[in-house]
């Protein structure tokens, strides 16, 4: 049974929206898009993009948007999402997840006049940053047991949240064909090598890495409306770190981190403990178990 795609037939093809390809063409565009010489051709593209420094803003930015059209092929409501898409789950009531502060008053998401552009949220969008694994927010921030000014936030979800993911979790489903497959797994590294593209010092070069993971971002989301956060790798983690299990129980290395957009947090989490750095070291294997 193949069901990446839904019935209607819209495809985006050199950054232009068509109509009425048949299900059988759009396969075979996809199953093109996705395939492993392809995908090197396009992580080379990227490369040469963020590492031109001549290129302005405005051409990044078209070249960008095309390239990531042209891999997803698909438009908004094009791509199924149900009972069976490999690109959603639910982060289930009672998952305790984590955040590091600077100061222990920083309960929810910065306003939107304080929110600067960052990985999964454009500037002045405002966006709650989480992680399922305590190890990535340290890494992420950068800091060690002697930054006694940094807090670590532990959340409790309060209802069940549907959320998009950069990866799929079960492919090795039976309810999914050879071709859907092939095309998901595709996605799965395309997707993570925009949205785990290290960054570097250079401002310009962050500047692009954060407009090339939201744009992404934003494309995901815009196919299940409903959807209220995004989880997505953590560029800081190797390998080697704990993190969540996907829904067939296996290990996800690296997909650590949360992106949620939704305006009343309150309604969503409960901060259950708020405590200096040094301390949750102290008790770390306590929060680990």
Not at 7 to 29: A, F, T
Not at 161 to 168: C, N, V, W
């Given at each position: 049974m193949d069901i990446i795609f839904s019935?209607?037939?819209?495809?985006?093809?050199?950054?232009?929206?068509?109509?009425?390809?048949?299900?059988?063409?759009?396969?075979?565009?996809m199953m093109e898009q996705v395939s492993e010489v392809n995908l090197k051709s396009t992580r080379q593209k990227v490369e040469e993009l963020i590492n031109n420094s001549h290129i302005n803003m405005n051409d990044f930015k078209q070249e960008i948007e095309n390239l990531i059209d042209n891999v997803i092929f698909v438009n908004n409501g094009t791509m199924k999402t149900g009972t069976f898409s490999p690109?959603?789950?639910?982060?289930?009531k009672n998952t305790i997840l984590y955040r590091v502060v600077s100061n222990e008053l920083f309960k929810w998401a910065p306003p939107t006049y304080l929110t600067r552009v960052g990985r999964m949220n454009k500037i002045e969008e405002s966006c709650f940053y989480l992680s399922f694994n305590p190890?990535?927010?340290?890494?992420?921030?950068?800091?060690?047991k002697s930054d006694v000014v940094h807090y670590m936030s532990i959340y409790r979800v309060k209802q069940d949240?549907?959320?998009?993911?950069?990866?799929?979790s079960q492919f090795q489903s039976k309810v999914y064909s050879e071709r859907d497959k092939i095309i998901g797994k595709g996605l799965v590294t395309f997707f993570n090598m925009i949205l785990g593209w290290r960054s570097s010092d250079n401002l310009y070069t962050n500047e692009k890495n954060y407009y090339m993971s939201n744009y992404l971002?934003?494309?995901l989301l815009q196919s299940k409306k409903i959807n209220l956060g995004i989880i997505y790798p953590s560029v800081k983690m190797n390998s080697k770190s704990k993190s969540i299990s996907s829904r067939d129980?296996?290990?996800?290395n690296g997909f650590d981190n949360v992106?949620?957009?939704m305006t009343n947090q309150e309604l969503y989490f409960e901060r259950i403990?708020?405590?200096?750095?040094n301390n949750f070291f102290d008790q770390k294997n306590l929060y680990l178990s």
């Open positions: 019935d209607e037939p819209e495809v985006c093809i050199n950054g232009l929206v068509q109509k009425g390809l048949p299900k059988e063409e759009r396969y075979k565009i690109f959603e789950t639910i982060i289930k190890n990535t927010c340290l890494s992420e921030i950068g800091i060690s949240i549907q959320t998009t993911l950069s990866y799929g971002k934003i494309t129980g296996t290990s996800l992106a949620f957009y403990k708020c405590q200096k750095i």
